[in-house]
């Protein structure tokens, strides 16, 4: 059973746009931090963006002043909304949620950005 469902993967153009959107369910509370990670093709997964419950942000050097990180507490939602994508941005990407000492995932959404 998936606790966090990730959607708003695609095809997009070079220079276009896309939200994609982690919900959590119910069943998971007090989430503390929330964020993204992506595989691209025959790489290693690596970290986009992560942002604690007090709103702190960080983001990996590739996609920083081109994604934006956001979460609504009161839907358990984390957003990553990616604007001016590139095709090395083309990657699985994958939303956790942190509680404790529990780190929960999501299924996975496919990027894929065309030249």
């Known amino acids: 059973q998936g606790q966090l469902v990730e959607s708003g993967g695609g095809l997009v153009q070079a220079g276009g746009s896309l939200r994609l959107s982690c919900a959590a369910s119910g069943s998971i509370s007090s989430i503390n931090a929330m964020g993204w990670y992506r595989q691209p093709p025959g790489k290693q997964r690596e970290l986009v963006a992560t942002?604690?419950?007090?709103?702190?942000?960080n983001y990996a050097d590739s996609v920083k002043g081109r994604f934006t990180i956001s979460r609504d507490n009161a839907k358990n939602t984390v957003y990553l909304q990616m604007n001016s994508v590139k095709p090395e941005d083309t990657a699985v990407y994958y939303c956790?949620?942190?509680?404790?000492?529990?780190?929960?995932w999501g299924q996975g959404t496919q990027v894929s950005v065309s030249s």
């Open positions: 956790y949620a942190q509680r404790s000492i529990v780190f929960y």
């Open positions: 942002i604690t419950s007090g709103g702190n942000t």
